[in-house]
């Protein structure tokens, strides 16, 4: 029940095109969803997040989607460049508690080809 | 900027030797954890601490040690390293601990340890 499932674990997209990664979870108490971005050799850094008030957040070229009843949410990248190749990770956690509860999907590797 | 510096980046370790990977933060974070990588993995929590004196189990104790005598270091000991531990290790700091108040994760660059 506390586990976050992700997928692909790998992907490759022409430039321009659009990148989408999913996830999903079993727990309803979560109620806050981080995604977390890492380039090779560096650690993760959160790059967007969302709460379930809301079915849709966006930033710039990134998009996450929620879907509250599926226990569903995924990122999609907008006219994806080279420069976003990274590893992604979905995370899902609950407002209140610590951050020690988090808990990470097992990554996706984006790789986008000029 | 120096936010949350690892060292060493790389050590080669033989089974059975010990050592101890540093962390030490300079925003003066409340909330530290380390994490290891592993391929199809995702980042698992080895250990935390919420304060100074004050640290806790993760999802994956075994085989490490920490300990948090100030607010900005949080060491992790590797007591008999088996290859098992083979990974890359985060360290992770965040200023509350919780998402409401601002608990973003922020990480070093990592420590790559390989156990022959």
């Known amino acids: 029940q506390q586990q976050v499932k992700q997928s692909p674990q790998s992907l490759i997209v022409q430039k321009g095109g659009i990148s989408i990664i999913n996830c999903a979870y079993e727990n309803t108490a979560f109620d806050y969803f981080p995604w977390y971005q890492q380039f090779p050799g560096k650690g993760p850094a959160l790059l967007i997040a969302i709460r379930p008030d809301v079915s849709e957040k966006k930033e710039g070229r990134f998009t996450i989607s929620f879907n509250k009843s599926a226990k569903q949410f995924s990122l999609h990248i907008m006219d994806s460049q080279p420069g976003d190749s990274a590893t992604y990770f979905c995370?899902?956690?609950?407002?209140?508690?610590?951050?020690?509860?988090?808990?990470f999907g097992s990554g996706t590797r984006l790789s986008i080809r000029p | 900027n120096a936010g949350v510096t690892q060292t060493p980046k790389f050590q080669v370790l033989k089974t059975g030797q010990s050592m101890t990977l540093q962390c030490a933060q300079d925003?003066?974070?409340?909330?530290m954890s380390w994490y290891r990588q592993d391929p199809g993995m995702g980042l698992r929590l080895i250990h935390y601490s919420v304060g100074a004196g004050i640290t806790d189990q993760g999802e994956v104790p075994n085989g490490y040690n920490v300990s948090r005598s100030t607010t900005e270091d949080f060491p992790l000991r590797l007591l008999s390293a088996a290859p098992s531990q083979t990974s890359v290790y985060f360290c992770?700091?965040?200023?509350?601990?919780?998402?409401?108040?601002?608990?973003?994760?922020?990480f070093g660059e990592g420590s790559r340890l390989t156990v022959l």
């Open positions: 995370a899902a956690s609950t407002r209140y508690s610590s951050a020690s509860k988090i808990i």
């Open positions: 992770a700091s965040s200023y509350s601990g919780t998402w409401e108040l601002g608990g973003e994760l922020f």
């Open positions: 925003m003066n974070h409340e909330y």
